[in-house]
């Protein structure tokens, strides 16, 4: 396996996720509800997932290892293009995390807020993977040889592991600071 084929194979899984909130966002349509549940399974995929996992090894990992590379000027404005869509996408988490807790409280305005985002995340993701997969991703490797490659990819299997033990010890401390 090589490190993009394991990049890619959590791109088909963000898809399915987009998949899940495009079908939402247009069974909603101009109605006033939404499904607050799915909402709330997406704002954790989104901030865990996606972002920490996925745009985590992404940019501490191999955006990082092309930055010592003399990437040429094409490659160096696609990444840089990428990571504001991770920039982005982060943003638009944050937005739609604090129109989920409106919702929840029934401040009618936040189902608006929460369709906006939904939309916006959707054309988002589907953009930067498509980027990613079918013009960034394997000619970025040529710029690797196959031993760095390995090695990538070990480095990628060490960050994935030490992630659940990060994300359970986050919301342990935050259980006591709100319940102790
Ligand atoms: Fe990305
Ligand atoms: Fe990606």
Not at 57 to 66: C, G, P, S, V, Y
Not at 145 to 155: G, P
């Amino acid at each position: 396996m090589l490190p993009i084929g394991q990049l890619m194979i959590e791109h088909r899984i963000i898809d399915r996720m987009v998949s899940l909130l495009k079908k939402e966002s247009e069974r909603a349509g101009s109605k006033e509800q939404i499904n607050i549940n799915l909402i709330c399974v997406a704002v954790d995929f989104f901030k865990s997932y996606a972002d920490r996992c996925h745009h985590g090894k992404e940019e501490d990992i191999m955006f990082k290892d092309l930055g010592t590379r003399p990437l040429s000027s094409e490659h160096k404005k696609m990444m840089a293009d990428l990571m504001q869509d991770h920039a982005r996408a982060r943003e638009l988490i944050g937005k739609l995390e604090t129109a989920k807790t409106g919702c929840q409280r029934e401040n009618p305005d936040t189902v608006r807020e929460i369709k906006e985002c939904l939309k916006k995340l959707v054309d988002l993701y589907t953009s930067h993977i498509k980027k990613e997969d079918k013009q960034f991703f394997v000619s970025s490797m040529t710029y690797f040889t196959k031993n760095e490659q390995d090695e990538m990819l070990s480095r990628f299997e060490a960050f994935d592991r030490t992630l659940i033990h990060e994300k359970y010890k986050k919301l342990v401390e935050k259980a006591e600071k709100e319940y102790l």
